[in-house]
Nanobody
C-alpha cells in the first residue's frame, strides 16, 4: 500500500508563490505517474498537473500553463508543484495522487492512491 502526504499549502496574496510537495511511503514511484488535483468549494475535482515518473513527461491544465511547474525528485521519492503568479481562482484543496498507469492520466478515477489534501488560499 502507498501512502501519500502533501505539504506546503497556505495563505498567499495574489501574485505570490507556493511550493507543494508530495512524499510517498510504502513503495517507490517507479513505473507510475503522479498528479496534482484540486477541488474548490462547489466544484468538481480537476487535474492540475501530472508527471510520468519514468521520462518525466508532463501535463498541465490550460489555466495554469506558464504559472505552475511540476517536478520529481527520484532520490527522495517526492513530487513538487511550484505555483507562481497565484490567482484567487487557484484557491482550493490540492491533492496529490498516484496511478499505477505509466502514462499521463486525466481522470480522477484512473488514480489509485490519494493524499489527504492541503489547503491553498489566494487572497485578492
Amino acid at each position: 500500500q502507498v501512502q501519500l502526504a502533501e505539504s506546503g499549502g497556505g495563505l498567499v496574496q495574489a501574485g505570490g508563490s507556493l511550493r507543494l510537495s508530495c512524499s510517498a511511503s510504502g513503495r517507490t514511484f517507479s513505473g507510475v505517474a503522479m498528479g496534482w488535483f484540486r477541488q474548490a468549494p462547489g466544484k468538481e475535482r480537476e487535474l492540475v498537473s501530472s508527471i510520468r515518473w519514468s521520462g518525466g513527461s508532463t501535463y498541465y491544465t490550460d489555466s495554469v500553463k506558464g504559472r505552475f511547474s511540476i517536478s520529481r525528485d527520484i532520490r527522495k521519492n517526492t513530487v513538487h508543484l511550484q505555483m507562481n503568479s497565484l490567482e484567487p481562482e487557484d484557491t482550493a484543496v490540492y491533492y496529490c495522487a498516484g496511478t499505477r498507469m505509466d502514462a499521463i492520466a486525466i481522470q480522477s478515477y484512473e488514480y489509485d492512491y490519494w493524499g489527504q489534501g492541503t489547503q491553498v488560499t489566494v487572497s485578492s
